[in-house]
């Protein structure tokens, strides 16, 4: 119950294109979503991040989409660039009472930009 | 910049040694957690630590230890290394009412 499933495991998206990248989860007390980017040999930076009351939030060319009752959320990322190349990571905390700030993080999306 | 300093950037060990991880976070910051992440998966939390005592704890055994110093500077202890430790930990300052992670750039831990 305290995991989160992230798909595809690969992305491979033409310059220009938009890319998608799916999660979801089980546990209803999940309140906090957020999405890091990690390039190799470096931590994970907080992209975009979502709270269960809203459908959507948009970013410059990063928009989280939220579906609360399906347990889903997606990131898209327009108009992609060779630059966006790295590894994409969904997560969850609940917030909560201690709010220890544990996320639980889906299994990672390696997206490759072409030129 | 997340704000967060590691040390050190890389290490190797053998089966059975022990290692100490260090990690800062920017001043002022009291929220201090850990995260191991093996090659190709996602992060996996280990602890948090609040003004100097335990808030969290993951799923991993009595091997791992950590504290939090009066400068909310942190070290993440494994006693007994296994292969299996070899990955890279991740320490995190949490930042605002969301608690936000930001991660620093990280440990490369090899056991051989």
């Known amino acids: 119950q305290q995991q989160v499933k992230q798909s595809p495991q690969s992305l491979i998206v033409q310059k220009g294109g938009i890319s998608i990248i799916n999660c979801a989860y089980e546990?209803?007390?999940?309140?906090?979503f957020p999405w890091y980017q990690q390039f190799p040999g470096k931590g994970p930076a907080l992209l975009i991040a979502i709270r269960p009351d809203v459908s959507e939030k948009k970013e410059g060319r990063f928009t989280i989409s939220f579906n609360k009752s399906a347990k889903q959320f997606s990131l898209h990322i327009m108009d992609s660039q060779p630059g966006d190349s790295a590894t994409y990571f969904c997560?969850?905390?609940?917030?909560?009472?201690?709010?220890?700030?544990?996320?639980?993080f889906g299994q990672g999306t390696t997206l490759q930009v072409k030129p | 910049d997340a704000g967060v300093t590691q040390s050190p950037t890389h290490l190797i060990k053998t089966r059975g040694q022990h290692v100490t991880l260090r990690c800062s976070p920017i001043?002022?910051?009291?929220?201090v957690s850990w995260y191991q992440q093996v090659l190709g998966q996602g992060p996996q939390f280990i602890f948090q630590?609040?003004?100097?005592?335990?808030?969290g704890r993951g799923n991993f055994p009595d091997r791992f230890s950590a504290r939090q110093f009066p400068n909310y500077s942190s070290e993440l202890n494994v006693n007994a290394l296994l292969l299996g430790d070899s990955a890279l930990y991740l320490c995190?300052?949490?930042?605002?009412?969301?608690?936000?992670?930001?991660f620093g750039p990280g440990t490369r831990l090899t056991v051989l």
């Open positions: 630590y609040y003004e100097k005592e335990e808030r």
């Open positions: 997560a969850a905390s609940e917030r909560g009472s201690g709010n220890t700030g544990k996320l639980i």
């Open positions: 995190a300052r949490g930042q605002g009412p969301n608690n936000e992670q930001f």
């Open positions: 001043s002022g910051h009291k929220s």
């Open positions: 546990n209803t007390a999940f309140d906090y």
